[in-house]
């Protein structure tokens, strides 16, 4: 299964926006990116995908590199609700992929 | 509707001992997959199961099992638990397979290993 590499947290301020990057260097064509989130003491939520193109919805915008390579999750406006552990996975259609999510990026959010 | 429902929350067994722990999924999905996460490890794919089969099986030891009920109920047993086994166990359906449609989590089974 293609892996993604994500760093172990990142430190944000209340109301500015926010960049979570994911690198997939070995993603297959027919790999989709999915992001969840998982807050404190709750299972994990989905947040969006995306396969080639960027993609928006009312949580995040999903902007992927051209190469497929790597993509970033951006929170436009970080709120202290947005405090969690972030997960970037590959999933393909396809095939069986085994679906681990790793340790993600946690987020802290200050006032 | 009715999300994704685990029991029992929170449960402590000795080594040695087995557990089964259940999840119901949301009405109408056939797909239940289970996870396994440690602070150690992060959140690490069991297996997976579809119209009552196993579709798909992550890196653990054979001690680990399931079943998935025609209602979609599923269930996975540990047996001969061991302290590494310690984890927060959850569960997640999917309306088409877990490849290819949205999870819906649980809020997990807390096993404690003494």
């Known amino acids: 299964d293609a892996k993604t590499t994500q760093p172990n947290s990142m430190e944000s301020n209340e109301e500015e926006p926010v960049h979570l990057p994911c690198n997939h260097s070995t993603i297959s064509g027919t790999d989709y990116i999915h992001w969840y989130r998982q807050l404190p003491s709750q299972g994990p939520e989905y947040v969006i995908h995306g396969l080639t193109s960027n993609v928006n919805n009312r949580m995040a915008s999903l902007a992927i590199a051209e190469d497929r390579k790597s993509s970033t999750l951006i929170l436009h406006r970080a709120t202290l609700r947005d405090a969690a552990v972030y997960y970037c996975?590959?999933?393909?259609?396809?095939?069986?992929?085994?679906?681990?999510f790793g340790k993600g990026t946690m987020l802290l959010v200050s006032p | 509707k009715a999300g994704v429902t685990q029991t029992p929350r929170y449960l402590i067994k000795t080594r040695g001992q087995q557990v089964t722990l259940s999840c119901s999924p949301i009405s109408g999905h056939r797909s239940v997959s289970w996870y396994q996460q440690t602070p150690g490890q992060g959140l690490q794919f069991l297996f997976e199961?579809?119209?009552?089969?196993?579709?798909n099986k992550g890196n653990f030891p054979g001690r680990f099992s399931g079943r998935q009920f025609s209602n979609s109920r599923s269930e996975m047993n540990v047996s001969t638990l061991e302290l590494g086994d310690s984890a927060l166990y959850l569960c997640?359906?999917?309306?088409?397979?877990?490849?290819?449609?949205?999870?819906?989590f649980g809020e997990g089974s807390r096993l404690t290993v003494l």
């Open positions: 997640a359906s999917s309306l088409v397979t877990a490849n290819t449609g949205e999870l819906f």
């Open positions: 996975i590959l999933r393909n259609n396809s095939g069986y992929s085994t679906l681990t």
């Open positions: 199961y579809f119209s009552e089969t196993q579709r």
